[in-house]
């Protein structure tokens, strides 16, 4: 890898152009819609809280932006012995 | 009526400061009367920029709260008649700048002045707000560098919705002028080129201003460096991005920098 670099050497800017192209494009349109993981965190807890009892501090979600497609990763912990349907909701 | 323009970046340390003056003494070379009006308050730098540090008597904060009229506050280049610095006070802070008392100060400007200048500080807070607010154009100053870059996209959304203008449903102009160009690394592969961050930025071109020992040498003696070395590659290039915002249809070159063979055999650079 190391010499592989060597030859390569001064071949960044290419590197860097893409990396300010996904990230850009990510962030443009985070700011028309600020702050979108949160309206998403709270309103898929919402949904899933309605039919098992959750904790909320157990609840990751991450976002991995890339190109050409971005994974929005949710990770529910449900405990063990979870609650079936919270109020007599089908 | 005077055009305002605001010289901003969002990231510090990439030229706004340097290319106010440098405009700034540019623009008033055409006699057109200029006023550079430093927004960086608490941490002034432009009248040291401009050699002018020791004459600073009133400042904007002093003009916007009333304790002095603007005309004790202006200074008057002592080289060229019709550039003038508005200081920004040193021991304020950034709190002391309203949003009326800012535009009561523009408006007078632009009154009396055919440019108007504003130095914003760094970041995407009040100062940097309050310096764009008021503003008909400007001008976006960026490294060819991934944080600098990433940062003028900011201020570009910024400019859009945070400005009086825009506000009103009108457009900002908006000028990019890319700072310490380095055409020979560009040509390498080791720093973005300039269609780069034009096409990643999508804002039109004012121009090239290369990576220069001059730029240095200008502010170590308080003379703008298309005052004290217009003939140096930053002093041409910041002459033609002058005559592109009086509208004049300039070619873009990419001065080159000119280097000794001193300097070519122990690779030393500008710092």
Redesign the interface.
């Known amino acids: 890898m190391s010499v592989f670099r060597f030859f390569r050497r001064?071949?960044?800017?290419?590197v860097?152009?893409e990396?300010?192209?996904i990230?850009?494009a990510h962030?443009?349109k985070a700011?028309s819609q600020p702050d979108l993981l949160n309206v998403l965190r709270e309103e898929i807890l919402a949904v899933v809280a309605k039919h098992i009892s959750l904790d909320p501090d157990r609840v990751r979600i991450s976002m991995d932006r890339g190109d050409p497609v971005s994974v929005l990763e949710v990770d529910i912990e449900i405990p063990n012995k979870f609650d079936m349907p919270k109020s007599g909701a089908a | 009526m005077g055009k305002v323009l605001v010289v901003t970046s969002g990231k510090g340390g990439v030229g706004k400061t340097t290319t106010t003056a440098a405009l700034g003494a540019a623009l008033a070379q055409t006699g057109e009367t200029v006023v550079v009006v430093d927004f960086d308050v608490g941490l002034r730098n432009l009248d040291l920029v401009m050699g002018a540090e020791r004459r600073v008597v009133f400042d904007l904060i002093n003009v916007i709260q009333g304790v002095a009229k603007l005309s004790q506050a202006l200074i008057r280049d002592k080289r060229l008649e019709t550039l003038w610095l508005l200081p920004a006070s040193q021991t304020r802070d950034k709190d002391a700048l309203t949003e009326e008392g800012v535009g009561r100060v523009i408006t007078e400007l632009r009154e009396k002045f055919d440019w108007v200048i504003c130095d914003s500080p760094a970041g995407i807070e009040r100062g940097a707000i309050l310096a764009m607010r008021y503003a008909d154009a400007a001008i976006i100053v960026t490294n060819p560098e991934v944080s600098s870059v990433r940062d003028s996209d900011r201020i570009i959304g910024m400019l859009d919705s945070k400005t009086k203008l825009a506000e009103n449903g009108g457009r900002i102009d908006k000028h990019l002028l890319i700072t310490r160009y380095d055409s020979a690394r560009a040509h390498r592969g080791e720093m973005l080129s300039i269609d780069d961050v034009l096409e990643i930025l999508s804002t039109p071109l004012l121009g090239i201003i290369p990576e220069s020992e001059d730029v240095l040498r200008a502010s170590n003696v308080g003379a703008p460096v298309t005052l004290g070395n217009r003939l140096s590659g930053p002093g041409r290039a910041y002459m033609e991005a002058a005559r592109r915002l009086q509208g004049e249809s300039v070619s873009m070159t990419i001065p080159m920098q000119k280097r000794g063979l001193f300097d070519k055999l122990f690779g030393r650079r500008a710092a």
């Open positions: 001064g071949g960044s800017a290419p860097a152009r990396r300010l192209q990230l850009l962030e443009r700011s």
